[in-house]
């Protein structure tokens, strides 16, 4: 069992950047962020697994970047240029099994944090 429990969500303006933080308890091969935008499907945005391979979806890729503080146990989300289409609610997972590149499927994770709500206006 893993308990996640995120922070650092806020308002930005566009062009602005935010910092979200996805504190674990208990160990986890495999990492990710997803989020869930007003009226939109849950998505996963980036993920990391032990050996350091990270994945992105295309709409974030050299915005976002995905990190983890083995010592801390903790998850990081560093995001830039954001724009309105990335206000979501961000959930931070885990469990799931180290098995080739990170996943982006929502499946693949058992665990899941409260979510941590990113607001960006134009």
């Known amino acids: 069992q893993v308990q996640l429990v995120e922070s650092g969500g806020g308002s930005v303006q566009a062009g602005g950047s935010l910092r979200v933080s996805c504190a674990a308890s208990g160990f986890s091969h495999c990492m990710a962020w997803f989020r869930q935008g007003p009226a939109k499907e849950r998505e996963g945005v980036a993920a990391i697994c032990r050996d350091g391979m990270k994945n992105y979806a295309d709409s974030v890729k050299g915005r976002f970047t995905i990190r983890k503080d083995s010592q801390k146990n903790t998850l990081y989300l560093d995001m830039n240029d954001l724009k309105p289409e990335d206000t979501a609610m961000y959930y931070c997972?885990?469990?799931?099994?180290?098995?080739?590149?990170?996943?982006?499927?929502?499946?693949?994770?058992?665990?899941w944090g409260q979510g941590t709500q990113v607001s960006v206006s134009s």
């Open positions: 997972a885990a469990g799931a099994l180290w098995n080739g590149p990170p996943s982006l499927d929502e499946s693949a994770y058992p665990f």
